[in-house]
């Protein structure tokens, strides 16, 4: 049965060409957001939780699959172009920048492709259930460093697919409740050098794993035309197991041979998001939202050989590598507006500013992430009662990430290294949303008991 999911879940991946972010990630450390959706991302996906967003908004909160009549299905397809270069400082730790930029560092490569899907259906005027598809975490780095820098990391890469059965039920006019089980498969690959010549040979680590967690959520309609949501995200922790092996040269590192199988518990953080969102008038829409995540979960993950035997040569018997992230929590505040232009064109814009779960002390080479300011902005057109297409686009400015190697952070070791990248972040999202049942006939069927905030 383990197995059955596994390769499920993986094939799930495969078939919607399941592309990954780059180092510069769009939000903390390896996590995605801005490949939710392309309504969302006109905003900065302000009012996530109170469900500004449209359908989009089960990924943050299941409750506000409540806001949303009949059946519908929304899709989208986002393209991130995550790009930075470091500069390598002087040799030693500080000095100024080299006069050579390494312009072989381009962190995002050539960019990626990242799908999401939304579908819900009103069972009765209260029940709802709904389905989504995403990929909340994802990671492309190739920093291109030699010598020193290719010891600390030559390459890493994280995929992954959620797919999430949701269940909303409106108690009344005002409040509505929402869970969801999610269904998450991870694949992780990370490669490093084991020397400081150019061409040295390198360790490989690769695994994957599926593991369960849930949301829970809640909207509050205190009264017409304002929705109040919050939403809770439990932390998964993935069982990583797959292998590590040494590459171009023989066990330099490993016990007894060139390849061991390998297990890591890797945890996802648990967050909070919570949001407003309130209409003005017959044309204007305002949305505030703020999220908490628990990165701080993420300290020190060994990694332990799984016939119990040492990993490293010199180790004691048992001893596991270590990959070390001690990040601190992180903090998401968002805000964004709506004008109903006409009947078919609706225009937003929004502003976000997040603070990194990583800090100075502890980047590294493979994720170059640090504070960043969203600037976002984008549009609805409804084409028909069935038929409606959304664009969105975000330029995301991150803080200068400097990376310092000093034999105690971010990983111990001998090597000192110093540099600094600038990473820059667009992000397009295109999404189609369609009615498969008759607007007209959910909308009088919905309207005995739903509010103003209900989404046609």
């Known amino acids: 049965m383990t197995s059955v999911i596994r390769n499920l879940l993986s094939l799930t991946a495969s078939a919607a060409v399941l592309a990954v972010a780059a180092s510069a990630a769009q939000a903390s450390s390896f996590a995605i957001r801005s490949g939710q959706g392309a309504e969302g991302l006109g905003m900065a996906y302000a009012g996530a939780a109170s469900g500004g967003i449209g359908l989009a908004a089960m990924a943050w909160n299941p409750a506000t699959i409540t806001m949303f009549a009949g059946r519908q299905s929304n899709w989208n397809a986002t393209y991130l172009n995550a790009y930075a270069k470091y500069d390598l400082l002087a040799p030693g730790l500080g000095g100024n920048p080299l006069t050579q930029r390494l312009n072989t560092n381009n962190l995002g490569l050539n960019g990626a492709f990242i799908p999401a899907s939304y579908n819900s259906w ?61 269904v998450q498969y991870m694949q992780v690959d990370q490669k490093q050098a084991l020397a400081t010549a150019p061409g040295s040979p390198g360790l490989q680590l690769r695994g994957d794993s599926y593991d369960f967690g849930y949301r829970l959520g809640v909207t509050l309609t205190p009264f017409a035309g304002t929705t109040i949501g919050i939403a ?3 932390a998964i922790t993935q069982t990583i197991s797959g292998w590590a092996a040494t590459q171009g040269a023989p066990a330099l590192n490993l016990v007894g041979s060139r390849f061991s ?35 701080s979960a993420l300290k020190s993950i060994p990694v332990y050989n799984t016939n119990g035997t040492p990993l490293l040569v010199g180790a004691p018997p048992g001893a596991p590598a270590t990959i070390r992230f001690n990040y601190k929590d992180s903090w998401y505040l968002s805000g964004g507006v709506e004008y109903k232009y006409s009947q078919a ?71 000192r290294f110093t540099a600094e990248a600038e990473p820059r972040i667009h992000v397009v999202s295109a999404g189609l949303t369609y009615r498969w049942d008759d607007p007209t006939v959910a909308q009088s069927v919905v309207s005995k008991s739903a509010p103003i905030s209900v989404r046609y």
């Open 122 to 182: 009103q069972i009765t005027d209260r029940l709802f259930l709904g389905l989504t598809n995403t990929a909340p975490y994802g990671l492309r780095s190739k920093p291109g460093f030699t010598q020193v820098g290719q010891t600390y990391g030559r390459s890493a890469t994280i995929r992954s697919v959620n797919v999430s059965p949701t269940i909303g039920y409106k108690i009344n006019d005002w409040i509505s409740v929402g869970a969801a089980i999610q």
């Open 232 to 234: 809770y995200r439990s």
């Open 261 to 295: 199988r390998v297990k890591l518990d890797l945890p996802t953080p648990a967050s909070v998001v919570a949001g407003i969102s309130h209409t003005i008038n017959d044309r204007w829409q305002a949305h505030l939202g703020v999220e908490w995540t628990q990165w």
């Open 345 to 415: 064109l609706t225009l937003r814009a929004g502003v976000a500013y997040e603070w990194s779960a990583v800090t100075d002390r502890t980047r590294s080479v493979l994720i170059s992430d640090n504070d960043r300011l969203w600037l976002s902005t984008g549009l609805s057109y409804k084409a028909t009662d069935k038929l409606t297409f959304d664009l969105g686009y975000t330029y995301i400015h991150v803080n200068t990430a400097k990376v310092t190697y000093n034999g105690t952070t971010p990983a111990p070791g001998a090597r």
